[in-house]
């Protein structure tokens, strides 16, 4: 069994002074994918967000979640028209995606405001971003409210695919250069990559 460096540990414990559990977990749940959120009000009007509690949640059916920390517009959005779009940022997208982070009143379109553009998704009514590789085109499967936050569950409709990330059909995580959110004000870009295939029983058990 191959140990790495080993030291004391600092224990931290959620509601004891000083300990500010929320910090403390971006700061070691990552790298975390960032959702660059689209949805759309009731009258139409546009809201674009990045939410990095983003993951995927079910594989059939094929639902992704994120979470609002807080009742933002993006949350008040998708349960009034049901529908959003998640859009994976690369890394050259992020001053753009770090922009909609701003908190500004429902009524401003963060894509309208900033320059970024949008362009019709394949099913649902909230449109994609032009320059992201890859969206996700999701209904509302359901909704989670957790303390302070609420988990948004979304019934994935569509999935495009820029064609020049494709390599034989499949996604290439290089050309996706997906950004990640780590802690504080740190973003992460793809590091090392390396293949390693799951061991069988067989190969594990005695
Ligand atoms: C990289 C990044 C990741 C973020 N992740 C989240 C998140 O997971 N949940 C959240 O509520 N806010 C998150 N935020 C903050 C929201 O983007 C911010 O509050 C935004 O103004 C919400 O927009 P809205 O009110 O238009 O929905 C993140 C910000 C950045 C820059």
New binding site residues.
Partial sequence: MPTGPVSPRVVYRPGEEGVNAYRLLISVVLP?P??W?S?LDAHGVG????????SVASARPPVVS?????R??????VLATEEFVVNIVSTELLEA??G?????P?AVD?ALLLGIELEPSAVVGPPRVVASPASIECTLHATVEVGD?VVILGLVQAITVQGRVLRDGRVDARSLDP?S?LGGHQ?GTLGEIREVRRPRPEDVLP
């Fill in positions: 975390r960032i959702a959120v949805s809201n674009l967000a990045p939410h990095s509690f983003f994120f979470t609002s920390v807080g933002k517009d993006t949350l008040a959005n995606c770090n909609t982070s701003a908190e500004v429902p963060e936050s950004l959110r973003w």
